[in-house]
């Protein structure tokens, strides 16, 4: 696999990473600090990553450390695909009542912006590319609690070519 090809396939799994922005309930600030809260700790797992939607998916495992901070979440983490390949990525997000703000730096650095609301233990997230991934600059990242040591980050775009959605990535990442 050409190396611009892992390098957008991470950038997706990286703004799955980022995860963790706009909530779409009317929960108060007291409620999104402890729902930030239950996703602070370090977190292993793995998925897949599709560089381009019209390529083969590739295994990832990855590992992050986030820390909650009242309202603000920030993720610090690698992902590692083809057994060669390591990136770091990074997520910043922020509660503002039940809307999420924040930013994801992929593997070039480039800074994507996030927004969005929760709505129960998900964070349904609109990521705004710092450049054009899939023929546009917008996909939509989910980051979901899955009970008390599980979360899932999976992001979602439209294939150019149908029309139709596609998941990108999804990593399953476990409390270690």
Known sequence: MKRRQLFRLLLVWLVLSAEMLPVETNAAPADEAAF????????????????????EAINV???????????????RGTCR???????????????????????????????????????GNAINLTVTWAREVNGDRKATLIVQKLGENGMRLSTVDVDPASGKRVVTSELNLRRS
């Open 61 to 75: 495992s990855c590992n992050f450390d986030s820390q909650a901070n009242g309202t603000a979440l920030s993720m």
């Open 36 to 55: 930030l809260g239950s996703l602070e700790g370090r977190w292993t797992g793995g998925g897949t990553v599709l560089l381009r939607i019209d390529k």
């Open 81 to 119: 695909g083809l057994l060669v390949v390591s990136r770091s990525i990074s997520a910043d997000l922020r509660s503002d009542g039940s809307r999420y703000t924040g930013i994801y730096v992929g593997p070039r650095g480039g800074r994507s912006a996030l927004s969005g609301r929760r709505r």
